[in-house]
């Protein structure tokens, strides 16, 4: 059967997507949409295993600020963008190129369930581990990432059902939200999430909510 897929978030709509299909057309037709797929599979793996080199413990953005070089936020930042770009046309160019099949869908949303998991262990480096106010512990930890992962399982379980998959607004925002962290970690500090924000809240207590909303 045809993929079927309905995205309503205005950012995606208005945003977004006019940048995808700018990017779609400089991509060569004899290139596989499985392969762009992979290709940004493996820049957040990447991105992952870097920033778990340098900060294993989750420690670098509070009890051991500066393990981290300025270059990986910003790296991450850059591989978190074209990963996400990749994974926003391999979709398009399969239809492009007149190459979309089921087992091409599988792959891209089988490689998307492992993603959502990196994409949340990443970004936890940015709020750190049990630092007082502005950290989160373990358990947190746990329970935002398997918040994340219910939503994204319910997303194709309505797909399964309905046969027309509903983006959620989460996955655009939080990804805009991954690269403005990493880029604002690498460009100020780690010091930037330290200080409070409004009303006692800090900068992590809302990208939390629109990471995992």
């Given at each position: 059967s045809q993929y079927s897929a309905v995205d309503t978030n205005p950012l995606s709509v208005y945003i977004m997507q006019p940048i995808w299909n700018k990017i779609i057309k400089i991509v060569p037709l004899w290139i596989?949409?499985?392969?762009?797929?992979?290709?940004?599979?493996?820049?957040?793996?990447?991105?992952?295993?870097?920033?778990?080199f340098y900060d294993w413990d989750y420690t670098a953005s509070g009890t051991s600020p500066g393990l981290v070089p300025t270059w990986v936020w910003l790296f991450s930042a850059f591989t978190t963008f074209c990963a996400y770009a990749l994974d926003s046309i391999d979709g398009k160019h399969a239809r492009r190129t007149q190459s979309s099949t089921p087992l091409g869908e599988l792959f891209d949303h089988g490689l998307d369930s492992w993603a959502t998991s990196i994409f949340v262990l990443s970004f936890f480096s940015v709020c750190s581990r049990d630092n007082g106010k502005t950290g989160v512990s373990v358990y947190t930890m746990y329970i935002y990432l398997s918040i994340v992962l219910f939503n994204f399982m319910c997303s194709h379980w309505e797909k399964y059902n309905t046969g027309v998959l509903f983006l959620p607004w989460g996955y655009d925002i939080s990804q805009v939200v991954l690269i403005a962290a990493y880029l604002l970690t690498g460009t100020v500090g780690v010091e930037v999430w330290q200080k409070p924000l409004l009303f006692g809240y800090y900068i992590t207590d809302v990208l939390v909510i629109l990471l995992i909303g």
């Amino acid at each position: 059967s045809q993929y079927s897929a309905v995205d309503t978030n205005p950012l995606s709509v208005y945003i977004m997507q006019p940048i995808w299909n700018k990017i779609i057309k400089i991509v060569p037709l004899w290139i596989a949409p499985n392969l762009l797929t992979f290709s940004g599979f493996i820049m957040i793996l990447f991105n992952y295993f870097l920033i778990s080199f340098y900060d294993w413990d989750y420690t670098a953005s509070g009890t051991s600020p500066g393990l981290v070089p300025t270059w990986v936020w910003l790296f991450s930042a850059f591989t978190t963008f074209c990963a996400y770009a990749l994974d926003s046309i391999d979709g398009k160019h399969a239809r492009r190129t007149q190459s979309s099949t089921p087992l091409g869908e599988l792959f891209d949303h089988g490689l998307d369930s492992w993603a959502t998991s990196i994409f949340v262990l990443s970004f936890f480096s940015v709020c750190s581990r049990d630092n007082g106010k502005t950290g989160v512990s373990v358990y947190t930890m746990y329970i935002y990432l398997s918040i994340v992962l219910f939503n994204f399982m319910c997303s194709h379980w309505e797909k399964y059902n309905t046969g027309v998959l509903f983006l959620p607004w989460g996955y655009d925002i939080s990804q805009v939200v991954l690269i403005a962290a990493y880029l604002l970690t690498g460009t100020v500090g780690v010091e930037v999430w330290q200080k409070p924000l409004l009303f006692g809240y800090y900068i992590t207590d809302v990208l939390v909510i629109l990471l995992i909303g």
